[in-house]
């Protein structure tokens, strides 16, 4: 007779985090959710169905202090994603003002910068590409790069600076000493170059983002150095390091879904729903944390105060309570309320321009590329756990379409 222990929350937990679960951690997710909210061994608690990690999202006694105990930057110095209010409130209100007029009317902008980078892929038939490396990592790298005021000589620099420090967002134990002390360095790198450009900006200010934070309007809401230096972090990670994996998960989905990629290129408009879809069926960024500031009561069990909690919002994403038939990719799914971009007050400040940026990557892939078809299926997988996605995402075509051609 064979005996059967269901995984505890922790193996589940250690299962998503594990390299070789990296390329489809969602069967990992199906059964966290059957205790949808559930205690870690080292007294965290993971919260896996939807209701639940929705209702701590708008709970005001979840705390963004994600109580880290890894975590030594003082907490004056963290970024507003792990501020509460009223700092984080105050902050918010700063970025939003300076962030938002400045992506509206950027789409014409946004169809160049996907148009040149695919132009350099026009050969005489067939060809292949690496969507990450072609599209999905440089398209959000110039954008926010261009919007903040990081000079183009320096996108390389923060490339890679950005890609190393990824990497701390993961569980500590999940690294080794030697990632920890590259990470180490990689963070007094990005302090020094920072402070390099704010230095810059003070005596020769531009109409860029930068500029903005530095010469808001409001005496009472400017940022003292430090703030300024960690939004400015914040906005570069997040811009480059999140929406790489949109474009690159949706693809991803459009290629392994054929007729969808064809109800794509016949109907432009389906990338609106699609890019939720995308953000629901494979989101880029799998989980986040809070603490909480008092008992909590859920699900039929009490979070105690002081606990740390673990979102997995990619498991919410596919919860049949929440969803029909949520293991299925459907690219005009009604009433999509994904967790994709966090909710409550947290929601991500980024959303607006990272759905435009997706929706024009597969509206010209769809329309561009003749027969499209994924070289490696799954490809390989990045490590980092939390911001997941592909490495790779090599596709081979038949040809590839001058810009602004019919379809066909
Ligand atoms: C597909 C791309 C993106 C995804 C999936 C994403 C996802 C998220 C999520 C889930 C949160 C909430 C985290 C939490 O509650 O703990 C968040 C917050 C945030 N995101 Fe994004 N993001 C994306 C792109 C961007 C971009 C392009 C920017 C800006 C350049 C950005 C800026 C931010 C900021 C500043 C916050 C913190 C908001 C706050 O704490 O009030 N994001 N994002």
Redesign the pocket.
């Known amino acids: 007779m064979t005996t059967s222990t269901a995984p505890s929350a922790g193996d589940l937990f250690a299962q998503v985090l594990r390299q070789d679960h990296r390329a489809d951690p969602y069967p990992s997710y199906a059964r966290m959710r059957r205790r949808p909210v559930d205690r870690l061994d080292d007294g965290s608690w993971l919260v896996s169905g939807y209701r639940e990690i929705r209702q701590l999202?708008h709970d005001p006694r979840s705390s963004?202090d994600r109580l880290d105990p890894q975590n030594k930057i003082p907490k004056a110095a963290r970024s507003?994603?792990m501020q509460d209010p009223p700092l984080?409130d105050q902050l918010?209100r700063v970025?939003t003002e300076e962030?938002i007029p400045r992506i509206m009317g950027m789409r014409d902008h946004l169809g160049e910068l996907v148009a040149r980078l695919l132009d350099a892929h026009i050969g005489d038939g067939p060809g292949r590409l690496d969507v990450v490396a072609d599209l999905a990592y440089p398209l959000?790298v110039t954008v926010?790069c261009e919007l903040l005021g990081v000079p183009p000589e320096d996108e390389a620099l923060f490339g890679s600076l950005a890609r190393r420090l990824t990497r701390g967002l993961d569980p500590v134990d999940t690294q080794t000493e030697e990632e920890l002390r590259a990470l180490d360095e990689a963070r007094g790198e990005l302090v020094a170059y920072l402070e390099g450009l704010i230095a810059e900006r003070r005596t020769d200010p531009g109409d860029d983002l930068l500029s903005g934070l530095m010469f808001h309007p409001d005496p009472d809401e400017v940022m003292n150095p430090v703030q300024l230096r960690v939004t400015l972090g914040?906005?570069l990670i997040?811009?480059h390091e999140?929406?790489v994996?949109?474009i690159a998960n949706g693809t991803l989905a459009l290629l392994r879904n054929p007729d969808v990629l064809a109800r794509l290129r016949a109907d432009p408009d389906l990338a609106t729903p699609l890019v939720e879809e995308v953000?629901r069926y494979d989101?880029?960024?799998q989980m986040?944390?809070r603490s909480a500031l008092a008992d909590i009561d859920i699900a039929g069990t009490t979070i105690p105060r002081g606990s740390r909690i673990r979102l997995m919002?990619a498991a919410g994403n596919r919860d049949a309570m929440r969803f029909d038939d949520p293991d299925r990719f459907v690219p005009d799914r009604a009433d999509n309320a994904h967790l994709?971009?966090?909710g409550g007050?947290?929601?991500?400040?980024?959303?607006t321009?990272?759905r435009a940026e997706?929706q024009i990557a597969f509206t010209a892939l769809a329309r561009r590329l003749q027969a499209p078809r994924l070289v490696t299926d799954p490809p390989p997988y990045r490590e980092n756990a939390i911001l997941r996605g592909p490495e790779r995402l090599l596709v081979a075509f038949d040809g590839l379409s001058p810009d602004h051609a019919p379809a066909t």
């Open positions: 999202l963004a507003l994603l984080h918010r970025v962030f959000p926010i914040l906005l997040a811009g999140t929406t994996n949109l953000l989101p880029p960024v986040s944390a919002l994709g971009f966090g007050l947290h929601y991500c400040i980024g959303a321009l990272a997706a």
